[in-house]
């Protein structure tokens, strides 16, 4: 099998899943029982916690677990709208961000909020002019992801920050969906930023939400404290203590890790450069886990079974999309149908080996000659 999937999830690793064994089985308290057994789960968790708060370089307070990253997502949006209503009711976002974000600001469009898209740049920065000329005194939120999920653009969130804090009633959110595990993150200038275990090697089921301690926000699910006030219902330990590991593991040797997908991205561009009809869409600063390609004329859904038959495994869009439309990343970024309407992603991982590289680039030229007629 080759898997080039990794930015819809990551296999477990094996220490995770040992760890996750392991609490399940010895730890059987509820971290919110006063009794022994639950003192000794309550500690389990503080530990993880203070590990996590500890590889971001924030409070022990300010670290939320959640089922995901789009709980997190929502927790952030909605509990932002709901605990500050009389601040203003505009909200900064991008046309770039995960359905998880742009589907909870359509709602709140519904409700009366009024939604800018900030600009982005050809190749997907925003545009940090649009950006200040959009933010008011009213704007209560301004949410945008760290790396787009689709082509891999990674978004300089410490200049749109400084911006932010330039208003002190606008509160930044940001998706780290994709940028945790893979690229160095400073949450110097950010007020809330979202993650997923799954994308880092860790169980599905468990994700974070970072809230700096001068940002309060109204849960969205209430039934009193559990890890924190903020996320109502038994602590999951298991997931809680495993995430905590592999994130340590994500961050451990970081760059090295980073140097080898940046190697494995040039060639396979290179490689795709030299087919006729693959187009390379990922702009050159996107990070290099996500290679963005299209394929005019061949539908990606058939390219990714006629793959799927060789076992070889990829996305087209995002594992979240909510349609088979034209890729919204790709529309604002300037590319029309032709390219849009085709879009497939390649995602990659310490742990790609060269050689799936070249199979897989092997098996996608027979692939197009083959589909081509």
């Given at each position: 099998m080759i898997y080039l999937d990794y930015s819809a999830t990551t296999?477990?690793?094996?220490?995770?899943?040992?760890?996750?064994?392991?609490?399940?089985?010895?730890y059987i308290g509820n971290p919110n029982s006063l009794h022994k057994l639950g003192i000794e789960a309550r500690k389990l968790m503080d530990a993880s916690v203070n590990q996590v708060a500890e590889l971001l370089n924030v409070k022990s307070s300010e670290v939320i677990f959640t089922s995901g990253a789009t709980e997190s997502n929502n927790l952030a949006i909605y509990g932002v709208i709901n605990k500050y209503p009389n601040r203003g009711n505009h909200?900064?976002?991008?046309?770039?961000?995960?359905?998880?974000?742009?589907?909870?600001?359509t709602y709140l469009e519904k409700k009366g909020y009024i939604i800018d898209y900030v600009k982005v740049t050809k190749d997907g920065q925003v545009d940090l002019e649009d950006l200040k000329r959009l933010i008011t005194k009213d704007t209560v939120l301004v949410s945008i992801c760290h790396v787009n999920s689709e082509v891999g653009i990674?978004?300089?969130?410490?200049?749109?920050?400084?911006?932010?804090?330039?208003?002190p009633t606008t509160i930044f959110h940001v998706d780290g969906t994709q940028a945790i595990g893979k690229v160095p993150v400073d949450l110097e200038y950010v007020d809330l930023y979202s993650f997923s275990s799954h994308k880092f090697y860790g169980l599905k089921g468990c994700g974070v939400l970072i809230k700096k301690d001068n940002i309060d926000i109204d849960p969205i699910l209430h039934g009193g404290k559990s890890q924190t006030v903020y996320r109502s219902g038994t602590p999951a330990l298991g997931l809680i203590v495993s995430t905590a590991k592999a994130l340590r593991l994500a961050l451990d040797d970081l760059n090295s890790k980073y140097d080898y997908?940046?190697?494995?991205n040039n060639k396979l561009r290179n490689k795709l450069k030299d087919i006729e009809g693959v187009i390379v869409n990922s702009p050159e600063n996107s990070i290099p886990h996500i290679l963005n390609i299209?394929?005019?004329?061949?539908?990606?859904?058939?390219?990714?079974?006629?793959?799927?038959?060789e076992d070889i495994y990829i996305s087209t869009k995002t594992a979240c999309s909510k349609d088979n439309s034209d890729s919204l990343t790709l529309t604002e970024l300037g590319f029309d149908h032709s390219i849009c309407g085709y879009s497939l992603r390649i995602s990659l991982s310490y742990k790609t080996t060269e050689e799936e590289i070249n199979r897989f680039v092997d098996i996608l030229k027979i692939k197009i000659d083959e589909l081509s007629f």
């Open positions: 296999p477990v690793d094996k220490e995770v899943l040992d760890t996750f064994d392991k609490v399940t089985n010895d909200i900064i976002t991008t046309k770039l961000e995960h359905s998880s974000v742009l589907e909870a600001v990674k978004e300089d969130i410490n200049s749109i920050g400084k911006i932010v804090k330039e208003y997908v940046k190697d494995l299209s394929i005019p004329g061949i539908k990606p859904e058939v390219m990714q079974h006629a793959l799927e038959e």
